[in-house]
């Protein structure tokens, strides 16, 4: 059986979910408590090299870390990633852009906000903001001549994106000035076997 070490809140993690959730595939959830400093625990270091969420562990124990790597393992052979070469590279292209311009930009803002830090770390928030806000134009620019990422259908690369871009409101973004991205987290949203961030508060990740 598959096994994913997850967080509660972490985005990266929730990208595994609901791909794991598309795909119909059964895993057993480890959820490790970042607050705790579960992740720098030794016996967490032997799987994830990097002491971060997620990890997915294959049947035969080999850990996979990075979400965009897991999620391109998990989706070889799937509708969600093509097999041509050339739109496969447009994917791995818009999983790049996302952990360079705008998962850091997104998700440390947010953390600061849900931990009360926004305040005294206001400086921080506004570089990262600065970042952010150019990464979601270009996605916006994207967005506003495509239904999709790549081609003409939902791959790993919308899903990819659409987690933390789904999250800025928390990390203090004002996302009322994106129509086309926010149009396409709908489109997102309604794929079968999409599932919330936190299962038991499906608007969660709407916000
Ligand atoms: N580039 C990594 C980022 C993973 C990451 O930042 N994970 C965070 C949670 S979302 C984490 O585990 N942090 C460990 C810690 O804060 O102790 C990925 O995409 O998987």
Do not use: C
Request: aromatic share 10%; glycine share 10%.
């Amino acid at each position: 059986m598959l096994r994913l070490y997850d967080s509660r809140l972490s985005g990266n993690s929730w990208k595994i979910r609901i791909l794991l959730s598309q795909l119909g595939l059964a895993y057993d959830r480890v959820t490790l408590d970042l607050q705790k400093g579960e992740t720098r625990e030794s016996a967490f270091r032997q799987i994830s090299r990097f002491s971060r969420v997620p990890v997915l562990v294959l049947d035969d124990g080999r850990p996979i870390v990075e979400s965009g790597a897991i999620l391109l393992h998990l989706a070889q052979g799937t509708p969600y990633l093509p097999d041509d070469p050339y739109p496969r590279a447009e994917v791995t292209g818009w999983l790049f852009f996302e952990q360079a311009d705008l998962q850091k930009a997104i998700a440390v803002p947010r953390v600061l906000h849900l931990h009360g830090l926004a305040h005294e770390r206001q400086q921080d928030i506004e570089r990262l903001q600065a970042e952010g806000y150019a990464g979601l134009e270009k996605l916006e620019q994207w967005l506003l001549g495509h239904a999709w990422l790549v081609g003409d259908h939902y791959t790993v690369a919308d899903l990819a994106l659409s987690a933390y871009v789904s999250l800025a409101g928390q990390g203090g973004y004002d996302m009322a000035r994106f129509a086309g991205i926010r149009e396409w987290l709908v489109r997102v949203h309604g794929q079968r076997g999409w599932v919330p961030l936190i299962p038991e508060d499906g608007q969660a990740a709407r916000r």
